[in-house]
């Protein structure tokens, strides 16, 4: 199963983009034996519309659009679920054996998502109930799918 990261913004921190690649890496190798990854970030530019519900539409689009032949779609969002990563790697583990073979996860801009996104979701998660830069916020979803995949790998990464 494929995977898309399509962001809003770019990340433009040398230790933010090291630590992103760091995790999409481990998530590549660790994945290829469970049907997982590659993944892939998509960075959109942010919309320059004169109010932050054109801004928001704008994204939307632009995200929806880049994340268009995806299977399952996750939205960042701060009102989602809040998954253990247990439950986490369990989704991923049910929609590739139930034969998704993309899934995109789709990060907001600062304005947060346009309702677009938030209807064709197939699932909007929480990162937790603190606000993360957007960066940072690729880090943690990069790290947290590769969790998933040491999860399902019954390897010792995760210790819960």
Known sequence: MR???AAVGRLKDDA???LYERYAGRF?????ALGLGPVTLVE????RAATAELRKADEAERLLRAVSGADIRIALDEKGKALASVA????IREWRDGGAKSL???IGGPDGHGAAVIERATLRLSLGAMTLPHGLAR???AEQLYRATTILAGHPYHRA
Do not use: K, Y
């Open 3 to 5: 995977v898309v990261i």
């Open 88 to 91: 986490f790697a369990t989704s």
């Open 16 to 18: 933010e983009r090291g």
């Open 44 to 47: 959109l530019s942010e919309s």
């Open 28 to 32: 590549d190798a660790a994945g290829r």
């Open 104 to 106: 995109a996860v789709m």
């Open 139 to 141: 880090v943690v979803i």
